[in-house]
């Protein structure tokens, strides 16, 4: 579903990533770690288009890309669950929904059941505004509304970040499901390892914004990806 290959990425001339090489399989979760600071943000970002790379090859789906603004990216099928989750405060959840319908024809600007039964709070406070949601609700919000656009591949940052255990537990169970499904590609950083590493099927260990380690789970030892992601 994705091929990055030779990615670069600066901010204001200081470079950030030095050719990442990425590969994102459909059915599959590729899990980003790294200790903080090292560009995993940023390579999201940059596979997002909300920053663009500075060079580097974009695969999508068997298309070669250039360099389009995020909303083009939407429209081809990328989904992006940004760190902090980026909710619209004032805005009610079923309006947050809503947003998502930018990406589908008019034919499809409804709210499958699907979004509630994966996260039942949502239904419940679909009246409620996002501002007003505690971080694990608008965690499962941001989710919810990127799974609106049908996404052929989705862009998880930092999912865990801040959240109650049950919320970690529920929203494990809904990339798995997700995961399961077989139509989409899942790209999640992740620092909390040992949910990451349940749920990867291949890694891509980041140091100093380049790739240090990469592999499926059968060809990388659960101690040496200990070691790597370690202060």
Excluded: W
């Excluded at 903080?36 to 298309?63: C, F």
Aim: aromatic fraction near 6%; glycine fraction near 10%.
């Amino acid at each position: 579903m994705l091929k990055i290959k030779g990615l670069t990425l600066h901010y204001s001339g200081s470079q950030i990533l030095n050719g990442i090489d990425l590969t994102a399989e459909t059915g599959q979760v590729t899990c980003v770690m790294g200790t903080n600071g090292v560009g995993k943000t940023s390579l999201l970002k940059a596979i997002s288009g909300t920053h663009h790379r500075t060079d580097g090859s974009y695969t999508l789906n068997g298309e070669a890309l250039q360099k389009p603004p995020a909303h083009a990216l939407a429209l081809k099928g990328v989904g992006y669950v940004p760190q902090g989750r980026d909710v619209f405060p004032l805005m009610t959840v079923r309006e947050n929904l809503e947003t998502g319908f930018a990406c589908l024809p008019k034919s499809e600007h409804m709210v499958p059941d699907q979004i509630f039964e994966l996260f039942p709070v949502l239904k419940e406070m679909e009246g409620r505004r996002g501002g007003d949601l505690s971080g694990g609700q608008q965690q499962q919000l941001a989710i919810g509304r990127a799974l609106i656009t049908k996404p052929k591949l989705l862009l998880l940052d930092e999912p865990t970040e801040g959240i109650q255990p049950n919320i970690i537990q529920q929203i494990g169970r809904v990339i798995v499901y997700l995961r399961d499904q077989g139509d989409m590609a899942i790209v999640l950083v992740e620092q909390y390892f040992s949910f990451a590493y349940d749920l990867a099927d291949a890694f891509c260990v980041l140091t100093r914004g380049s790739v240090s380690l990469a592999g499926t789970k059968a060809e990388l030892k659960k101690a040496e990806l200990v070691k790597s992601v370690s202060v």
